[in-house]
């Protein structure tokens, strides 16, 4: 391959590129960092397919909907600053926050179990369809029997984590966003970071899913229907960024907690999230994160090490970070526009990530 390791990451971005030309993907954004430089962001295809009055490229500050990468940006960054202030342990019970958390086994289940997806909650329900908010959504949850024993599967569950961003505002007095803009966002100067961005940014938002029975297509409205309930705000999606503003995030995480001077987590909460809590079970899970470990398939591809720590999102989004390597790689697509029956960026994510460790170990 040869050449400056600038040049040797443009392998990557050209397998970004090539799905888009073939019509996999409508567009993306590939951002890479190694060693405190960062390669792009690079930006190809279309933000917006349809309609066709508002056809339009996807540009390197282009808004992405996070779907389920808000889990780790927002979510669980929130947990483990309270982790840090004192005003939460990992094995406090959730009844404690929520009192309305009742019902056989439940008393056993942990904040660990729910930011490790192991409490015992199913992967999903629709808490929607009856037009109901935030509290009925939290109650529906509290509702719900167990559907296995604590501790031992992992299901990913966005319920868990819809509680999770309950417990913050409970604990805090702040609704999630809010939490998190003061916390997190403004003082890491992730200024493109947000829940329920303005109309005036539509130009920027790419595009997800044409709404069934509808012509209507998605832009800055949050994808996930059950996210869509609680308002936009929900612990387990909700958010819009860019590839620069999680190329951020990444940064301070690999920093030990700060960036540019400004610290947000510990190194101590850092190194708890970012370990295994689940050995010999589905899934290597952090809080959390999902861990590479030696798992035989992963988004994270073939080269990373087993340390490297990241998350999806439904949208097509993804991040993941390699502490080994000083390395990450943060891939957001739009590959639900105009319909979720696109999976190609299955394959996509790990031939990419596969490309950028290789950059860096040529």
């Known amino acids: 391959m040869g050449g400056s390791i600038s040049a040797r990451f443009g392998r990557a971005a050209a ?6 030309d073939e019509g ?3 567009g993306a954004v590939l951002l890479i960092g190694y060693e405190g430089e960062e390669y792009g962001p690079v930006a ?7 309609p066709e009055t508002e056809k339009r490229p996807v540009r390197e500050d282009t808004l992405f909907d996070m779907a389920s990468c808000s889990k780790v940006i927002g979510t669980t960054t929130a947990a483990l600053i309270l982790l840090d202030r004192g005003e939460v342990r990992l094995d406090d019970p959730v009844s404690l926050f929520i009192p309305e958390w009742q019902g056989e086994g439940k008393d056993r289940v942990r904040l660990r179990h729910l930011l490790t997806h192991t409490s015992g909650l199913p992967a999903w329900k629709d808490l929607y369809s009856q037009g109901q908010g935030p509290e009925e959504v939290v109650s529906q949850i509290c509702a719900m029997p167990l559907e296995y024993e604590t501790g031992k599967r992992v299901v990913y569950s966005c319920l868990g984590f819809i509680l999770l961003g309950e417990i913050t505002r409970r604990v805090t007095g702040l609704r999630l966003d809010q939490f998190l803009s003061e916390e997190v966002f403004g003082p890491l100067g992730m200024t493109d970071t947000m829940y329920c961005p303005p109309e005036s940014l539509r130009e920027r938002i790419a595009a997800t899913e044409r709404k069934p029975g509808t012509d209507e297509v998605l832009i800055g409205v949050v994808h996930d229907e059950n996210a869509r309930a609680m308002g936009g705000v929900s612990g387990n999606a909700g958010l ?10 990444c940064r301070m995480y690999l920093q030990g907690g700060t960036l540019e001077g400004v610290r947000v987590l510990s190194p101590a909460v850092i190194e708890a999230a970012t370990r295994s809590y689940t050995p010999g079970l589905e899934e290597e899970r952090g809080l959390g994160w999902l861990i590479r470990g030696d798992g035989v398939f992963s988004s994270a591809g073939d080269l990373m090490s087993p340390r490297a720590y990241g998350h999806t999102g439904f949208t097509g989004t993804s991040l993941w970070i390699d502490p080994e390597r000083d390395l990450y790689v943060v891939l957001l697509t739009n590959r639900v526009h105009p319909s979720r029956e696109n999976n190609h960026h299955l394959r996509l ?3 990419v990530a596969n490309a950028a460790v290789a950059a860096v170990d040529w």
């Open 15 to 20: 397998v970004v590129k090539r799905f888009v």
């Open 24 to 26: 996999k993907i409508p």
């Open 44 to 50: 190809y295809g279309w933000a917006v397919l349809e």
């Open 240 to 249: 819009f960024s860019t590839a620069r503003d999680v190329g951020r995030f």
């Open 349 to 351: 994510r790990p031939l």
